[in-house]
């Protein structure tokens, strides 16, 4: 929830500036460019279903996703699919969350915002080149008792399991900033704060895969085999939706 800062005088009073306020809980960017970007990409996600697209909005603040009503949602999800429902689903819990998620939507010659140099250990003034170098596109991590993701939204990173699903072919691809988000936000972020215990794995693999198909993909799917612990997933695994985002 937004509060109000106390900002000192130089003369020494105390004064209240209701201007400047503490954004918490929720989805929030790390900078008002990052606000748009995340809610940009959250749209893309439901790029030709503008029922659901219309009830992810930002805040006045330009930072925040603002909160949605449970009777918004369920309007806006009635007739969809199970894929559909449940990424919208996703969305909907982390930006309601009373747990911040900050997010670092950045790009390659771009300076990383001084959260995630914090939070990630980095050197002052890293750029998002490097950020797809170490990370493979995007990263997520425990942050101020919440997560704080960063996505390298022009990632040249090759992710070498992606799988053609008719016969099982690996191949190499680049992510998209839309899959990186439900991948690192949704599949590790979330489920760290809720302590899933395949937070680390199949819950991000899975959410990559979800995001595909809701933009009707279904032709290929992540195995998992170049993420994290580097299991590999059958193909059923590894496009089964998280249990606590199925809706």
Same mark, same amino acid.
């Given at each position: 929830?937004?509060? @109000? #800062? %106390?900002?000192?005088?130089? =003369?020494?009073?105390?004064?209240?500036?209701? *201007? +400047?306020?503490?954004? /918490?809980? &929720?989805?929030?960017?790390?900078?008002?460019?990052?606000?748009?970007?995340?809610?940009?990409?959250?749209?893309?996600?439901?790029?030709?279903?503008?029922?659901?697209?219309?009830?992810?909005?930002?805040?006045?603040?330009?930072?925040?996703?603002?909160?949605?009503?449970?009777?918004?949602?369920?309007?806006?999800?009635?007739?969809?699919?199970?894929?559909?429902?449940?990424?919208?689903?996703?969305?909907?819990?982390?930006?309601?969350?009373?747990?911040?998620?900050?997010?670092?939507? @950045? #790009? %390659?010659?771009?300076?990383? =915002?001084?959260?995630?140099?914090?939070?990630? *250990? +980095?050197?002052?003034? /890293?750029? &998002?080149?490097?950020?797809?170098?170490?990370?493979?596109?995007?990263?997520?991590?425990?942050?101020?008792?919440?997560?704080?993701?960063?996505?390298?939204?022009?990632?040249?990173?090759?992710?070498?399991?992606?799988?053609?699903?008719?016969?099982?072919?690996?191949?190499?691809?680049?992510?998209?900033?839309?899959?990186?988000?439900?991948?690192?936000?949704?599949?590790?972020?979330?489920?760290?704060?809720?302590?899933?215990?395949?937070?680390?794995?199949?819950?991000?693999?899975?959410?990559?895969?979800?995001?595909?198909?809701?933009?009707?993909?279904?032709?290929?799917?992540?195995?998992?085999?170049?993420?994290?612990?580097?299991?590999?997933?059958?193909?059923?695994?590894?496009?089964?939706?998280?249990?606590?985002?199925?809706?």
């Amino acid at each position: 929830m937004p509060g @109000t #800062l %106390t900002i000192k005088n130089v =003369n020494g009073n105390t004064t209240f500036q209701s *201007s +400047l306020q503490v954004v /918490t809980g &929720g989805i929030i960017g790390v900078s008002r460019v990052s606000g748009e970007r995340i809610l940009n990409e959250i749209q893309n996600s439901f790029y030709n279903h503008n029922d659901i697209k219309s009830i992810f909005e930002l805040e006045d603040n330009r930072l925040k996703i603002k909160p949605i009503s449970r009777v918004d949602f369920e309007a806006a999800i009635n007739g969809h699919n199970t894929d559909i429902r449940s990424l919208a689903y996703a969305y909907y819990l982390a930006i309601n969350s009373s747990t911040s998620h900050y997010v670092d939507m @950045t #790009l %390659t010659y771009e300076t990383l =915002n001084n959260r995630s140099i914090t939070a990630l *250990s +980095l050197p002052a003034k /890293t750029k &998002g080149l490097q950020a797809d170098n170490n990370y493979g596109g995007g990263v997520n991590t425990s942050y101020l008792g919440g997560t704080l993701t960063v996505v390298v939204m022009d990632s040249k990173a090759d992710i070498g399991d992606f799988t053609y699903a008719p016969n099982g072919v690996q191949y190499p691809r680049h992510s998209t900033p839309a899959e990186l988000l439900a991948h690192e936000l949704l599949g590790h972020g979330y489920g760290r704060v809720i302590a899933s215990a395949t937070f680390r794995h199949e819950d991000a693999v899975r959410m990559s895969n979800l995001y595909w198909r809701a933009r009707n993909y279904h032709n290929f799917y992540r195995n998992g085999s170049w993420h994290g612990t580097q299991v590999l997933l059958s193909k059923a695994s590894a496009n089964q939706i998280p249990i606590h985002f199925q809706k």
